[in-house]
């Protein structure tokens, strides 16, 4: 039975005891969630993810089995999404008690075409019962090569899945085993030597693929050394891929792990500058436009409408284990597996006096959290829409803030104008192109 966490034991409407969540009409509601398990930890990896060895050494899990822990989360999720689904009822988005409409789900961290139908089902019932999906313009789900199959692609089609992310990484094996990452060899548990072969079997994922999804992106690591533009250029031309993510090795969580990165630190970051600059005018000369810092599309409806609605500081809501959620004036993360799993989401039945959000803060659901001012705001607002192609739109800064960024930064803009590395085009400030490598040094000149 679905529950109300709008009402308390006795039936009566408990909106009283909570103050109203502050999320105007014209925000959309998108939805992110994280299912932390992956089949093999890649080397490389610092994402909040487990593979099933991890979990037999994971002395604050009491589930040391996979199948059993990640049914279990399921539950949890469940319980999550009914509970922001309530309060979100109390946002004056909606006559109390309609659901809330999704504009974009994305479920990711890190493998979630690792579940099975039934979990897979369990989420997306969860997700039904809870929102109203009947304007949902995209649901993402991330998948690894090795999962691609017709059963789940059908079903990722049937329950309103849009569109695939396959993480691929790198085309070279070397370069695989270097990242510590499977490669494509282990489809169907069996290895694959020869190119042909592997050819073979790209062939046929990229074959379902193409069948059932007319969306799908493959994410792609810079700063590996055997990286090569012509193979890129085959497979691209080969699958007609329709967007592409890149993504930078990061030494962050890898510092002792993984020393290997270390000791070629600078090696990695110089091929990093090199491969970024050059895959710039190559996707260029390819017909794709480069919509963000790292995100190519082929046209403007392949674009990733989901990551598109946080670069334009859109709210959302995380769930799952070390998700993060932007709702009202808070963003929060969320505690990681162990913690998450011991929590229970239910609405207070006392009177919290305030924020639900500052509520749960207090009682320990959150992992990280912070109140979002408006300074805070503006600054994530410049932050966010400069590492799109469209840029800071100065008149809708100008609307809900009440200043005018260009007469604040004059001087900042100026300068960076007569360098070439900022434009005003039409009503929007953007960084050129050419220099969004060094856009956190720029960005971080202008807020
Ligand atoms: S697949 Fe992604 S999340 Fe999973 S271990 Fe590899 S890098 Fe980490």
């Not at 966490?5 to 409407?13: A, D, I, L, Q, Y």
């Not at 939805?31 to 994402?47: A, D, E, L």
């Not at 790198?170 to 270097?178: A, F, H, M, Q, V």
């Amino acid at each position: 039975m679905e529950k109300d966490f709008n009402k308390n034991t006795t039936g009566n409407n408990m909106d009283y005891l909570i103050s109203p969540v502050s999320i105007s009409k014209q925000d959309k509601m998108s939805c992110y969630i994280h299912i932390p398990f992956c089949h093999v930890k890649c080397g490389y990896c610092h994402f909040h993810s487990y593979d099933e060895s991890m979990l037999k050494n994971n002395i604050f899990l009491a589930d040391r089995e996979f199948i059993p822990l990640i049914n279990k989360y399921i539950v949890k999720l469940d319980e999550e999404i009914s509970f922001y689904s309530s309060i979100l009822r109390l946002s004056g988005l909606t006559l109390h008690h309609e659901k809330i409409k999704l504009h974009t789900v994305y479920m990711e961290g890190r493998t979630p075409s690792i579940l099975d139908p039934e979990q897979i089902n369990r989420i997306y019932s969860s997700l039904l019962r809870n929102f109203d999906l009947s304007e949902l313009k995209e649901w993402t789900i991330e998948c690894n090569p090795r999962d691609i199959s017709k059963e789940k692609l059908l079903l990722y089609k049937e329950i309103g899945i849009t569109r695939i992310s396959l993480g691929i990484q790198s085309l070279n094996k070397t370069d695989l085993e270097y990242i510590g990452r499977e490669s494509i060899d282990v489809l169907n548990s069996k290895k694959i030597f020869s190119e042909q072969d592997i050819l073979h079997q790209w062939d046929k994922i990229f074959h379902m693929l193409g069948k059932y999804f007319d969306s799908f992106s493959i994410d792609l690591l810079l700063g590996l050394s055997n990286f090569n533009f012509e193979d890129l250029k085959f497979f691209i031309l080969r699958y007609k891929i329709p967007h592409i993510s890149l993504y930078l090795l990061s030494l962050e969580g890898n510092e002792n792990k993984y020393d290997i990165f270390t000791q070629e630190w600078d090696a990695i970051e110089e091929r990093q500058v090199e491969q970024y600059s050059k895959i710039q005018s190559f996707f260029d000369e390819m017909g794709y436009e480069q919509y963000e810092i790292s995100n190519f599309s082929i046209n403007k409806n392949s674009r990733a409408k989901h990551n598109s609605h946080y670069w334009n500081d859109g709210r959302y809501i995380g769930v799952g284990a070390n998700s993060s959620g932007y709702i009202d004036h808070y963003r929060y993360k969320n505690r990681e597996l162990s913690e998450y799993l011991n929590l229970q989401w239910y609405l207070p039945q006392v009177d919290i006096g305030g924020s639900i959000f500052r509520w749960l803060n207090q009682n320990g659901y959150y992992g990280e959290f912070e109140f979002i001012d408006q300074e805070t705001e503006k600054k994530e607002k410049i932050m966010l829409n400069l590492r799109t192609k469209e840029g800071l739109d100065l008149e809708d800064y100008h609307n809900k803030f009440g200043e005018d960024f260009c007469k604040i930064k004059k001087e900042k803009i100026n300068d960076f104008i007569q360098k070439g590395m900022v434009e005003i085009r039409g009503k929007n400030l953007s960084i050129v192109p050419e220099y969004y490598l060094i856009s956190n040094s720029i960005i971080s000149e202008l807020i």
